[in-house]
C-alpha cells in the first residue's frame, strides 16, 4: 500500500514538474489576480477625509482623524491598511483551491485515457489510487504557496512586524489542512464523473462561488447577511484568516482565540472529507 | 490443464447483452484467439477475465481463481495489454516501466533487470529514457507489451495486439508473441479482428459475434468443417427456380447469396467450376464476375456469421456497429 502510494504519487509530480508550461500557468494566474486586484485598490484613499472638511472640525479631533480612519481600516481588513497584503494571503487559499480542483479533474483524465483501468488491474490497494491523488495535490500546494508567498513578498507584501519562522509553519499547516480537505472533496465529487464536459462545468460551479463567497478577496464585514453566513461556511475563510493572523502577526500579538477557531473548523473539515472522500472514491472505483 | 474456464459468461449494459452465455476453456500455454468484429463483445470478456468488470451472470476462473470472488489473487498472476494506449506519455519508457513494476511489487533489483529484458525483446532499449511523447504508435505499443510482461504473468490477456499497426511491426509483434509463449511458457488470450492474425498465431481461435461463440477450434479445423472450396459468382436476375436447380448439381453442396454475389460451396472448386458455367450459360444467366476461393478464415467467417470480416474493418466497423445497433433498436 505504501510502496504504490508513494510510486503513484511520485508520478503525479513528475508530470507535473514535466509541463513547466502548466506550473507557469498556475503561477501566472494568481500574480495577474495580485497585481491586478490588489494592486488596483488603494484603501487609504477611499476613506480620507477631504482637506476643507477636516479643517471644520475642532483640532485637537483633527489630529485624532487619521489614526481613527487606519483603526477603522484595519477592523475591516484584519489588522492591515494596505489591500494587496490583505488579498495575497487570501490568494494564498485559492491557490489551494484551484490545485485541489486540478486534482479532482485529473482523475477523470485517468479514467479517459484508461490509465486508471492500468490501476484497477494491478493488484493494488484500491485507496492507494486515491491517497495518491490526495498526496500529490497537497505536494503540490505547498510548493505552490511557497512560491507565492515569495512573489508576493517581492511584490511589497507588508508582513506584520513580529512575523517569525513559527507563524511561516502556522501558515504551512492551515494551507495544509485545506488542501487535504478540499481535494478529498474534490475527489468525492469527480471520482464517478466520466467525460471531460461535465467534470470543467461543475469545477466552473464550485470555483466562483468559494472564491468570492469567503473572506479570500474582500473582507466579509461589508457583505450581506445571506453571503456571510455562507462564507461562514466556507472553509476558505477559515484557512485566510488564520493565514492572514499570521502573516501580519505584530507585536500586539496573535489573536490565538481566533486561531483556535480556525484551526478546529480546518481540522474538522479535513478529517471529515479526507474519510469521505476515501469512502466515495473506493466505491467509484468499485467495477460495474 | 486448462487455465481458464468460463461458464455461460454474460454481460448486460442495460438491455444491450454485450457477452451472451460464453462458455470456454483455454489449456495451459495456449495462444488461444477471440475473433470478432468491432462490438462483438471481445473487450468486455476481457475486461470480465482481468476483475475490471463484474459478470452480470455466468462464472469465470483464471488460474482456478474465481474471476468475482477471488479477483485481488486474479490481479497477481494476469497482465493485461489493453487495446486503448495507456502508457504516460509525459513520463519516460523507463518511468513507466518503473512505475508499473512498483504497481506488481516487483523488487528494485529484480525489476532494474526484468525491464531491460523486456525492453529489449520489444526493441526499445535505446528508447527507453526518451518521454513517450516522442514515440511512434508502435512503439507505444511495444511499450504496453512490455510492461504487461513485467511480473511474469502466468497469463496475458492482448486485447487487439497490433490494431493500428503496418504490417512490418505486426509481424515483429507476432514474432514476440510466439516466443512469449515458448520461450516463458505464458498463456496467452489475445482478441482481433485480422484474420491473418488469428491463423498465424492461434492454436485455437473462437469466433465471437454478437457477445455469442459462434465456432471455436482449431485454424486448421475450421477451414476442413467449410467441406470445401467454395465458387464466388455474381450474375444478374436468377429466379428461385433457377438456383434450385443450381443446387441440386451433383458437385454442389450449398448455394448462398452475400451482397451480390452468390457463394457455391463444392467440394472440388477446380472441376465443379466449368460444369457451374456451363450451367449457368444455358440458363442464360449472364455472369459478371467469377472467383474460386479456397477455405481460408474469411471463408469460414464467412459462413458462420453471414458477413465478410473485410466489411466490417476499420471505420466501416464502426458504421456496421451502428447499424447493429439501430437494427437492435427497431427489434
Ligand atoms: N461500459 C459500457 N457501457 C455500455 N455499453 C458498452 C460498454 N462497454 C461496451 N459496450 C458495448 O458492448 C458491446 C461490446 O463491446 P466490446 O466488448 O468493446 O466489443 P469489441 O471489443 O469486440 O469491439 C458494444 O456494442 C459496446 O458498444
Ligand atoms: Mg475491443
Known amino acids: ?288 | 490443464m486448462y487455465v481458464i474456464k468460463t461458464d455461460k459468461l454474460t454481460k448486460r449494459f442495460g438491455s444491450l447483452v454485450a457477452v451472451d452465455h460464453v462458455s470456454f476453456t483455454v489449456e495451459e500455454g495456449e495462444i488461444f484467439g477471440f475473433l470478432g468484429p468491432n462490438g462483438a463483445g471481445k473487450t468486455t470478456t476481457i475486461n470480465m477475465l482481468t476483475t475490471l468488470l463484474n459478470p452480470t451472470e455466468g462464472s469465470a476462473t483464471v488460474g482456478g481463481l474465481d474471476v468475482e470472488k477471488q479477483d485481488g489473487k486474479v490481479r497477481k498472476i494476469v497482465g493485461l495489454v489493453p487495446q486503448d494506449i495507456t502508457v504516460d506519455d509525459d513520463l519516460t519508457g523507463m518511468e513507466n516501466m518503473m512505475l508499473q513494476s512498483r504497481l506488481y511489487h516487483v523488487p528494485k533489483d529484480v525489476a532494474r533487470e526484468r525491464i531491460k529484458e523486456a525492453m529489449s525483446l520489444v526493441g526499445l532499449t535505446d528508447a527507453a529514457n526518451r518521454r513517450v511523447e516522442t514515440y511512434s504508435g508502435g512503439m507505444r505499443k511495444r511499450l504496453e507489451l512490455a510492461e504487461g510482461l513485467i511480473h511474469y504473468p502466468k497469463v496475458l490477456f492482448l486485447d487487439e495486439p497490433t490494431l493500428g499497426l503496418d504490417v512490418q511491426t505486426r509481424v515483429v509483434m507476432w514474432d514476440y508473441i510466439k516466443r512469449l509463449r515458448d520461450e516463458h511458457k505464458i498463456t496467452i488470450f489475445l482478441t482481433t479482428h485480422y484474420m491473418e492474425e488469428a491463423d498465424v498465431l492461434c492454436d485455437r481461435i473462437a469466433i465471437i459475434d454478437h457477445g455469442k461463440i459462434v465456432a471455436l477450434d482449431t485454424p486448421q479445423n475450421l477451414k476442413d468443417s467449410l467441406g470445401g472450396d467454395v465458387i464466388e459468382l455474381e450474375f444478374d436476375e436468377a429466379t428461385d427456380s433457377q438456383i434450385e436447380t443450381l443446387k441440386t448439381m451433383p458437385m454442389v453442396k450449398d448455394v448462398k447469396k452475400i451482397g451480390e454475389a452468390y457463394m457455391i460451396k463444392v467440394s472440388k472448386g477446380e472441376k465443379a467450376l466449368p460444369e457451374i458455367m456451363e450451367n449457368l450459360l444455358k440458363m442464360k444467366l449472364r455472369i459478371g464476375k467469377v472467383s474460386l476461393v479456397k477455405p481460408s478464415l474469411d471463408q469460414v467467417y464467412l459462413e458462420y456469421t453471414g458477413r465478410s470480416l473485410r466489411e466490417t474493418r476499420g471505420e466501416t466497423g464502426e458504421i456496421w456497429r451502428r447499424m447493429r445497433h439501430m437494427r437492435r433498436v427497431r427489434g
Open chain 1, 1 to 288: 500500500m505504501i510502496g504504490e502510494t508513494i510510486a503513484l504519487t511520485r508520478r503525479e509530480i513528475k508530470k507535473w514538474l514535466k509541463n513547466p508550461f502548466l506550473l507557469f500557468m498556475m503561477l501566472v494566474q494568481p500574480v495577474i489576480w495580485m497585481g491586478l486586484f490588489g494592486k488596483a485598490l488603494n484603501l487609504s484613499s477611499f476613506v480620507s477625509v477631504p482637506p476643507e472638511f477636516l479643517s471644520q472640525l475642532p483640532s485637537e479631533l483633527q489630529a485624532q482623524v487619521p489614526d481613527l480612519l487606519d483603526q477603522m481600516l484595519r477592523e475591516t481588513f484584519g489588522g492591515t491598511t494596505d489591500y494587496f497584503t490583505f488579498m495575497a494571503a487570501g490568494m494564498l487559499s485559492v491557490v489551494v483551491l484551484f490545485t485541489a480542483m486540478f486534482s479532482g479533474m485529473s482523475v477523470v483524465w485517468d479514467r479517459r485515457f484508461g490509465f486508471l483501468n492500468k490501476l484497477l488491474v494491478a493488484p493494488i490497494a484500491r485507496g492507494s489510487i486515491v491517497l495518491a491523488k490526495v498526496l500529490s495535490s497537497v505536494i503540490r500546494s505547498m510548493i505552490q504557496v511557497l512560491l507565492i508567498f515569495g512573489l508576493a513578498f517581492a511584490f511589497g507584501l507588508q508582513v506584520g512586524n513580529a512575523f517569525g519562522v513559527l507563524d511561516f509553519l502556522g501558515v504551512l499547516v492551515a494551507v495544509f489542512l485545506l488542501s487535504l480537505g478540499l481535494t478529498s472533496l474534490f475527489l468525492a465529487v469527480t471520482m464517478r464523473i466520466k467525460s471531460h464536459e461535465t467534470v470543467i462545468a461543475v469545477a466552473n460551479l464550485l470555483n466562483l462561488p468559494l472564491t468570492f463567497a469567503s473572506n479570500a478577496l474582500f473582507p466579509v464585514g461589508q457583505m450581506p447577511p445571506w453571503l456571510q453566513t455562507v462564507a461562514s461556511l466556507n472553509p476558505i475563510s477559515y484557512a485566510a484568516d488564520a493565514v492572514r493572523s499570521f502573516i501580519l502577526h505584530s507585536n500586539a500579538g496573535l489573536d490565538m482565540a481566533k486561531i483556535a477557531v480556525d484551526f478546529q473548523f480546518l481540522i474538522g473539515f479535513a478529517l471529515i472529507f479526507s474519510l469521505i472522500g476515501i469512502l466515495v472514491a473506493r466505491t467509484g472505483l468499485r467495477k460495474g
